[in-house]
């Protein structure tokens, strides 16, 4: 990047993180608690970066572009990246009980397994390329992408949609279905 990108970068990151800390009346010193607030906010960035990283990574990966194309980005090896971002190597949560795993599934088919899903349910928590984490749930619930590169505006906290899960470059948002004892919506 040119540096006056990264200058912009850093001006617009410094305004999430102030977003997050309390306010204060002196401007001409941040208070402590604010400088504490910033940090904290700091690292949820670098988390939720890196996050939105990998998820990129794979979806550049699963359309085609090879491990040693990627490498080269951040300038690393084709077996470091493929390491780190690999859901091969990746840890999973094995857990049993109220949790499940939808998957492999294609993106193609995703939505009409996410809603099936959802009308017995099962309630969306975390999304990577190909499977779908679940949780048991009493609540039925409707499911819906919408991918961050399309124009069009994300769903509404209004209309009662809430954030589920990522997979760069969708983004997953749920909702308590409005009649809970309707069949599972049909597919053809």
């Not at 397994?113 to 499977?131: D, I, M, T, Y």
């Not at 209309?159 to 760069?168: I, K, L, N, Y």
């Amino acid at each position: 990047m040119s540096a006056e990108l990264d200058a912009h970068l850093f001006v617009e990151l410094s305004r999430l993180a102030a977003q997050r800390a309390p306010t204060s009346n002196d401007a001409s010193s941040p208070a402590v608690d604010q400088l504490l607030a910033s940090i904290t906010a700091f690292h949820d960035l670098v988390r939720l970066s890196a996050d939105l990283q990998g998820q990129a990574v794979r979806a550049a990966h699963e359309a085609g572009v090879s491990w040693t194309s990627i490498g080269t980005l951040p300038g690393t090896s084709r077996q470091a990246v493929q390491q780190r971002f690999d859901p091969n190597y990746m840890a999973r949560d094995e857990s049993t009980g109220a949790t499940r795993t939808l998957g492999p599934v294609s993106r193609a088919k995703e939505m009409r397994h996410l809603a099936e899903a959802g009308a017995q349910g099962w309630r969306l928590v975390k999304s990577l390329h190909g499977e779908h984490v679940l949780e048991r749930d009493p609540q039925k619930w409707e499911v819906r992408r919408v991918s961050v590169l399309a124009a069009r505006p994300m769903p509404s906290r209004r209309s009662g949609w809430h954030a589920a899960a990522t997979r760069f470059p969708d983004c997953f948002y749920i909702r308590p279905r409005q009649d809970p004892d309707a069949a599972a919506p049909s597919f053809s």
